[in-house]
């Protein structure tokens, strides 16, 4: 059962979260909170409920004003949390540190599969972690459980595009991905290119509003 908080003000939509994710006996297994207003204390004070949440399989967090600490109160969750499959942080202002924290949460859980990350802060650190994540540059084999995962309109230069596109070649478990609004350049369509020669995993690339321009849009369009 679907529940939205949007009606209530700040202090009541977190009351009315925190109650829903605590008394399991609702049956909520999806809650909104996009745009509450939650900060990193709000976030923090949510998240340490989610961890033991044996029910919620969808989470919204999206347009809120948390940033390193409520993506790290997050990521605590994460580690223990088993029944998460879809989490939704876009637009927030979550930078290098929050993306860190995520990383290392992610390596350990293997229940979410769905992760929404466009619109933050995150910068080329964060964007070369999750890209050693994708590339199972860790002992635990990277991030084998996100089949989606949306990542554009963040922060990072072209350091980090590059990192992320040459992750796919790698990476056998990203079904979906989505790279809108990454600042791409011709360049980095051949590095798509090169990347899905020998990918067998990924079925959807989004591309939207970047600059491959007609060299890097030809360059994948030989290889599709």
């Keep these: 059962m679907p529940v939205n908080t949007h009606n209530l003000a700040r202090e009541e939509r977190l009351k009315n979260a925190?109650?829903?994710l605590d008394v399991?006996?609702?049956?909520?297994?999806?809650?909104?909170c996009g745009l509450a207003g939650f900060d990193d204390a709000d976030v923090i004070q949510l998240t340490k409920i989610l961890a033991r949440n044996p029910i919620?399989?969808?989470?919204?967090?999206?347009?809120?004003?948390?940033?390193?600490?409520?993506?790290?109160?997050?990521a605590r969750a994460l580690r223990v949390n088993r029944a998460l499959t879809k989490l939704d942080l876009r637009n927030n202002v979550i930078d290098d540190g929050g993306a860190l924290s995520l990383v290392d949460a992610l390596r350990v859980n293997r229940t979410l599969t769905v992760l929404d990350l466009?619109?933050?802060?995150?910068?080329?650190?964060g964007a070369r972690a999750i890209a050693g994540a994708l590339a199972g540059r860790d002992g635990a084999?990277?991030?084998?459980?996100?089949t989606t995962l949306r990542l554009g309109a963040n922060q990072w230069s072209s350091l980090g595009n590059a990192a992320l596109l040459k992750s796919l070649a790698k990476n056998t478990s990203l079904t979906h991905?989505?790279?809108?609004?990454?600042?791409l350049s011709a360049k980095d369509?051949?590095?798509v290119a090169e990347s899905l020669r020998v990918n067998r995993s990924l079925r959807t690339l989004g591309l939207d509003f970047n600059s491959l321009g007609d060299a890097g849009a030809q360059s994948i369009a030989q290889v599709s």
Excluded: K, Q
């Design 18 to 20: 925190c109650w829903r």
């Design 24 to 32: 399991t006996s609702t049956g909520a297994t999806e809650l909104d």
């Design 56 to 74: 919620l399989v969808h989470l919204n967090l999206s347009g809120n004003a948390f940033g390193e600490d409520g993506a790290r109160g997050v």
């Design 118 to 125: 466009p619109g933050n802060h995150i910068g080329d650190e």
């Design 141 to 146: 084999g990277g991030w084998a459980g996100i």
């Design 177 to 183: 991905l989505d790279l809108s609004r990454s600042s």
């Design 189 to 191: 369509g051949g590095l």
